[in-house]
Nanobody, 124 residues
Framework: QVQLVESGGGLVQAGGSLRLSCAASGRSLIFYAMGWFRQAPGKEREFVAAVSWSGGSTDYADSVKGRFTISRDNAKNTVYLQMNSLVPEDTAVYYC?????????????????WGRGTQVTVSS
């Protein structure tokens, strides 16, 4: 049974930073891409960032490019999302997910296992 546990969310002022972590158990992440998605109240869950199995390739939603950085530590079975220059529009529950392949994707269907999420709130 694969389990993903997100942490690092919280309340931060606009312009601030947070670092999210996603720890996996039950499966080695080394052969799979990882992704972060987010869901704001009343909105669909949307793609944020993805990283390939090796960490050598990354992809970002246009809304977070230049502000967020996804990375992974396969030895620790953990993926991270560094979020800088946060704005109120970044407020959402953030979810990590394991990709079905080594390269990931931007669609929810490209991922199979999901964490329960961590709340990020950015105040203006």
């Amino acid at each position: 049974q694969v389990q993903l546990v997100e942490s690092g969310g919280g309340l931060v002022q606009a312009g601030g930073s947070l670092r999210l972590s996603c720890a996996a158990s039950g499966r080695s992440l080394i052969f799979y891409a990882m992704g972060w998605f987010r869901q704001a109240p009343g909105k669909e869950r949307e793609f944020v960032a993805a990283v390939s199995w090796s960490g050598g390739s990354t992809d970002y939603a246009d809304s977070v490019k230049g502000r967020f950085t996804i990375s992974r530590d396969n030895a620790k079975n953990t993926v991270y999302l560094q979020m800088n220059s946060l704005v109120p529009e970044d407020t959402a529950v953030y979810y990590c997910a394991t990709g079905r392949t080594q390269v990931g994707g931007i669609r929810r269907g490209d991922y199979d296992y999901w964490g329960r999420g961590t709340q990020v709130t950015v105040s203006s």
